[in-house]
């Protein structure tokens, strides 16, 4: 594990990111085995070194708290408990957790896949296998309960299409997924940021699918904002709604003045005074070219 994640990080590789998802799920994974491993801590037969001291007795009826530091837990016989299929399970368990560290790969050149999973606190045979696994030496340890059906063709995952032919597995998206609280979008890393997003998009898009997408910048250099910003100053915003508000009373206040002119001009008979004509010419034309400029 150590030599792995020296590795990713020395080489800098996309996608170094989802070593924290490989160490979170080698986490989830160990918690599982130990659990599966609580029950089966029996012996048939107490070595006879274990308890120089005191006596390996077993339940005593009629205790008053639920444990006692002198007393055994009751021993069992392994040909009578039925512990098989839970240490089936734990071998199940403690293979997937070698895999999980053996198997991981992170695919060159991926397609940009959408895959329903369910929320971060299931346990890990719930959820679908991660794009970061060689998957066909992985199935069939993900999940005990599937693996011990023959149902392991039934387990989601972004490479489901290499150990599966079930349409809901291969195509999950096209299926009900009310049950699924969470998804999976895998294969964008590596790509531009255009691209990647117009094919989420239009998965979200076809899937109708409750998520919406935002890009945010990482990188230090700003010679390009992702996703591009609107440029709002703010102050320049009151001064450009207070200019325009000057602007608009003033055209209203010219038009209601041309519109007074246009009722206020003297009738044909006022213009045709002596006086007009003889400065201004021929009242009619006057008036047309008043209305004109109007």
Not at 42 to 60: I, M, Q, R
Request: aromatic letters at 10%.
């Amino acid at each position: 594990m150590n030599e792995l994640v020296k590795t990713v990080l020395t080489e800098n590789r996309q996608g170094v990111q989802y070593v924290y998802d490989l160490l979170k799920d080698v986490n989830q994974a160990y918690d599982d085995f130990k659990d599966s491993t609580y029950d089966l801590c029996y012996g048939c037969c107490v070595a006879s070194d274990a308890f120089p001291k005191h006596l390996a007795l077993g339940l005593l009826q009629n205790m008053t708290n639920g444990y006692s530091k002198y007393r055994q837990e009751f021993i069992e016989s392994p040909i009578l408990n039925n512990k098989n299929e839970e240490v089936e399970q734990a071998l199940k368990l403690f293979a997937r957790l070698a895999k999980l560290v053996a198997t991981f790969s992170i695919p060159a050149r991926p397609v940009i896949r959408i895959t329903p999973s369910v929320a971060i606190h299931e346990k890990l045979e719930n959820k679908p296998i991660p794009y970061y696994y060689d998957v066909e030496n992985l199935v069939d340890d993900w999940s005990p309960v599937l693996s011990r059906r023959n149902r392991n063709n039934a387990i989601l995952s972004y490479h489901a299409a290499s150990y599966s032919s079930l349409p809901h597995i291969t195509q999950p998206l096209a299926y009900n997924i009310d049950k699924y609280s969470f998804f999976r979008v895998e294969g964008h890393v590596g790509k531009t940021y255009d691209n990647a997003y117009t094919t989420i998009d239009n998965l979200r898009k076809q899937y109708d699918l409750p998520f919406d997408i935002a890009g945010v910048q990482l990188q230090k250099e700003r010679i390009r904002f992702i996703p591009p910003r609107a440029i709002k100053p703010g102050l320049l915003d009151i001064l450009y709604d207070k200019e325009k508000l000057l602007l608009g009373s003033k055209l209203d206040f010219i038009k209601k003045y041309n519109d007074s002119i246009a009722i206020n001009l003297p009738d044909d008979n006022e213009l045709a005074q002596p006086a007009i004509t003889k400065e201004y010419g021929d009242p009619k034309t006057l008036k047309n070219m008043v209305l004109t400029k109007k």
